[in-house]
């Protein structure tokens, strides 16, 4: 199959390894992908303030990028969701119905990474060992834009070495919401601090979620708090292997150090 991974802007200028762990983990799983150099942004940002037009250059952008992949893959629930979520609207409204029947055409052949995982490569045990304590926060994209449903849960269980812990109140919102937290700044502080206590509360020394986006925005707080919970892609998490051995600089679980 001939895939791509399309890594976001993002990742690409404030997470890099995420995008270098999901190359890792597609090419272990006999993945041949590709990195469309040519790839930007996903027009998410410009979506959600009222820029359109600019959108609509952006979706043809994305489509002339991937038009010839069988399968587009993206670590980001966030922007894996805007092919589907807006791409055919914006068009729509400029008038342009090529590239309409362009993006529906393609919209089947973009999948979030934990979906592409679990629904097309039938993998849910990815050989990963990570000997940690973890808990994930479910993004509001993953649970409604770019539905993952249970598929990142089943993913982490299967890590070999986890001691996975359930995040309380978990499908409650981190207060990122992109532009949100600049417009909204003291409404996203207080729902940011209850999201940090949750993750507190759990004893975890990890807090993974499907989106850096959200991830930077609670992992801020937890730092301003004095709270040592380091922040992962969940991607970084299925890269590691029995080779790499424990997380530099993470206390092991319970369960290894019974071992």
């Given at each position: 199959m001939n895939v791509a991974l399309f890594v976001t802007c993002l990742n690409d200028a404030l997470f890099p390894r995420s995008g270098q762990a999901a190359v890792t983990l597609l090419r272990r799983l006999g993945v041949d992908v590709d990195?469309?150099?040519?790839?930007?942004?996903?027009?998410?940002m410009h979506w959600n303030t009222g820029y359109r037009s600019e959108t609509v250059r952006?979706?043809?952008?994305?489509?002339?990028?991937?038009?010839?992949?069988?399968?587009?893959v993206i670590p980001s629930a966030s922007c894996g969701g805007m092919p589907a979520e807006a791409?055919?609207?914006a068009a729509e409204a400029a008038g342009d119905m090529g590239l309409v029947r362009a993006v529906r055409e393609l919209v089947p052949?973009?999948?979030?990474?934990?979906?592409y995982l679990t629904d097309v490569l039938g993998a849910e045990d990815v050989g990963a060992y990570f000997p940690h304590r973890v808990t994930y926060h479910p993004t509001c994209h993953s649970l409604r834009a770019a539905p993952v449903?249970?598929?990142?849960?089943?993913?982490?269980?299967?890590?070999?070495?986890?001691?996975?812990?359930?995040?309380?109140?978990?499908?409650?919102?981190?207060?990122?919401?992109?532009?949100?937290?600049?417009?909204n700044a003291a409404?996203?502080?207080?729902?940011?601090?209850?999201?940090?206590?949750?993750?507190?509360e759990t004893g975890a020394s990890v807090l993974a979620a499907v989106d850096n986006s959200c991830l930077m925005n609670i992992g801020g707080?937890?730092?301003?708090?004095?709270?040592?919970?380091?922040?992962?892609?969940?991607?970084?998490?299925?890269?590691?292997?029995?080779?790499?051995?424990?997380?530099?600089?993470?206390?092991?679980?319970?369960?290894?150090?019974?071992?």
């Open positions: 990195f469309p150099s040519a790839q930007s942004c996903c027009g998410q952006l979706a043809r952008h994305f489509v002339d990028v991937f038009a010839d992949y069988e399968a587009i791409y055919a609207t052949r973009v999948h979030e990474l934990t979906t449903g249970q598929r990142p849960y089943r993913l982490l269980r299967a890590v070999a070495g986890i001691d996975f812990a359930e995040l309380p109140a978990q499908q409650e919102c981190c207060g990122f919401g992109g532009t949100f937290s600049v417009k409404v996203s502080g207080a729902m940011c601090a209850d999201k940090a206590r949750h993750v507190v707080r937890l730092d301003r708090d004095g709270h040592p919970v380091r922040t992962m892609h969940l991607v970084e998490i299925l890269a590691r292997t029995w080779e790499d051995g424990p997380m530099p600089g993470l206390p092991l679980a319970a369960s290894a150090v019974a071992r």
